[in-house]
């Protein structure tokens, strides 16, 4: 069974426009969730994570993401993206100590 | 920014020939992943370390792939008779001990099987 779902495998925003990226997730226990991003040629990079408290979490370069129990979800949010931020982004569940991902999200930002 | 060092970037093997990867893990942290990103994006936990010990491993790496973490060296990890099926970016990560649950990835060894 699929632990981490994104539905939204394309996403396409222009410059300066706000940015949402879903991420849904199946586990029973404590959720320890995570996103990375992943720049052409590159390893992944840590965004955010999310163990527990405050359901909004802060994370680097502007992002942020909102933890939902009854909805099994952890959206990404930004309030304004830059043709920089074009990547994979991939949501992250921590699992029996190794991460499960989800099947990742291409971001491109038009100018 | 992680500082976690793999090499080589790029590898190229013939079918059934050995591949090597090397992996150093950010200073201090204790605990290694290796991942393998298919070019579907699927990501397969193989194998992870705490200093010299072999914590989990998949069984894929019991057969074909050996691993290991010796001390005051790199991390590795090899493919004895490698296969079309085994072209992927491999990526290792490291994470400051068990329970800590962030895990930072280096580059990764792109490795092409022809």
């Known amino acids: 069974a699929q632990s981490v779902t994104q539905p939204d495998a394309r996403v396409t925003v222009s410059e300066g426009a706000s940015l949402q990226l879903r991420c849904k997730y199946s586990y029973s226990g404590t959720p320890y969730l995570f996103w990375y991003v992943q720049y052409p040629r590159q390893g992944l990079q840590l965004l955010l994570k999310y163990y527990s408290g405050d359901p909004v979490v802060q994370g680097v370069n502007g992002f942020e993401a909102e933890f939902s129990k009854s909805n099994s979800s952890f959206h990404l949010r930004k309030a304004s993206v830059h043709w920089s931020d074009s990547a994979v982004y991939f949501c992250?569940?921590?699992?029996?100590?190794?991460?499960?991902f989800g099947d990742g999200t291409v971001l491109t930002v038009k100018p | 920014n992680s500082k976690v060092i793999q090499t080589p970037r790029y590898l190229v093997k013939g079918q059934g020939q050995k591949a090597k990867m090397r992996c150093i893990p950010e200073k201090g942290h204790p605990v290694v992943f290796w991942y393998q990103q298919n070019k579907n994006n699927e990501f397969k936990f193989l194998i992870n370390?705490?200093?010299?010990?072999?914590?989990?491993q998949i069984d894929m790496t019991e057969k074909r792939f050996s691993a290991e973490c010796p001390s005051n060296s790199p991390c590795s990890l090899e493919i004895q008779s490698s296969e079309a099926g085994d072209s992927a970016l491999y990526l290792c990560?490291?994470?400051?001990?068990?329970?800590?649950?962030?895990?930072?990835f280096g580059p990764g060894t792109r490795l092409t099987v022809l």
């Open positions: 990560a490291s994470s400051p001990g068990r329970s800590s649950y962030e895990q930072y």
């Open positions: 370390f705490q200093n010299q010990e072999v914590l989990q």
């Open positions: 992250v569940l921590r699992r029996a100590g190794k991460l499960t």
